[in-house]
Nanobody, 124 residues
Framework: QVQLVASGGGLVQAGGSLRLSCAAS????????MGWFRQAPGKEREFVAT????????YYTDSVKGRFTISRDNAKSTVYLEMNSLKPEDTAVYYC?????????????????WGQGTQVTVSS
């Protein structure tokens, strides 16, 4: 079992920045990928970014490339999502998740463990 605790959401004006954190416990993360997903009101949950823990390889959805950065801290077993140049359309509940999938890691169905969501609201 992997326990995930997300934090760092809040209210920010358009153009501002936030950093989300997701602290993991329960397992060694070297065989995992850690991802961020988001769900806006009335919309399906969508992939945002993910990182393979061992290699540091990252993937992003097109809408956040160049604005968001995912990273991890091995010592703290924590993954971060640095969000810059935020837009109102980034408003959503953001979830972190973990998977041992060796295939695609940009779809939510392969993620076995989920943290609680953290609300990000970007005002115009």
């Amino acid at each position: 079992q992997v326990q995930l605790v997300a934090s760092g959401g809040g209210l920010v004006q358009a153009g501002g920045s936030l950093r989300l954190s997701c602290a993991a416990s329960g397992r060694t993360l070297s065989n995992y990928a850690m991802g961020w997903f988001r769900q806006a009101p009335g919309k399906e949950r969508e992939f945002v970014a993910t990182i393979r823990w061992s290699s540091g390889t990252t993937y992003y959805t097109d809408s956040v490339k160049g604005r968001f950065t995912i990273s991890r801290d091995n010592a703290k077993s924590t993954v971060y999502l640095e969000m810059n140049s935020l837009k109102p359309e980034d408003t959503a509940v953001y979830y972190c998740a973990a998977t041992r999938s060796v295939g695609s890691i940009i779809v939510d169905r392969v993620y076995n463990y989920w943290g609680q969501g953290t609300q990000v609201t970007v005002s115009s």
